[in-house]
């Protein structure tokens, strides 16, 4: 059994996010405790989920005055397109690989959320955003200008 599990500190107090995280947080510990049959198949389903839960966090974004090129989106972008490229080298056959990069997640996952979903959990709160239905409560706290960057560096302060 893996090492790696929901915690209490992930936890932004949104469920919306912490449901995404407890998924991918039990999806990299299948794919750790996988063993060569099915670790792909565990990475596969890691990588899907992965796909959806950065999509749905930058549709909130972009719903809320992030632009589309924000950095936390950036950063989305860039994991998955390293995820996608260990699927397809485990699929050549190396699953080293693969073991390595979920051993990685357990690393990056819990800064990730420190560190960007933090504030977008704040960002969403402070504007009211309902992520069922999209309705944002308090427009009046949205951004005067749309959000490219973050207080993370490097990316700086907010413009």
């Given at each position: 059994m893996s090492s790696f599990t929901w915690s209490p500190e992930m936890s932004l107090d949104m469920p919306a996010l912490d449901a995404l995280h407890t998924e991918c947080t039990d999806l990299i510990a299948a794919v750790l405790d996988a063993c060569d049959n099915t670790v792909l198949a565990a990475w596969d389903r890691l990588v899907a989920h992965t796909a959806e839960h950065f999509g749905q966090e930058d549709r909130w974004m972009q719903a809320t005055g992030f632009a589309p090129n924000n950095c936390h989106s950036s950063q989305h972008a860039t994991v998955l397109q390293i995820m996608r490229e260990g699927a397809e080298k485990g699929a050549q056959g190396d699953l080293g690989i693969v073991r390595q990069m979920?051993?990685?997640?357990?690393?990056?996952?819990?800064?990730?959320?420190?560190?960007?979903?933090?504030?977008?959990?704040?960002?969403?709160s402070e504007v009211g955003y309902d992520t069922a239905t999209g309705h944002i409560s308090k427009p009046e706290m949205l951004p005067q200008n749309i959000v490219s960057s973050c207080s993370v560096e490097p990316c700086g302060e907010h413009h």
């Open positions: 979920a051993h990685e997640l357990t690393v990056w996952l819990p800064h990730h959320i420190d560190a960007m979903d933090a504030g977008l959990a704040q960002h969403l």
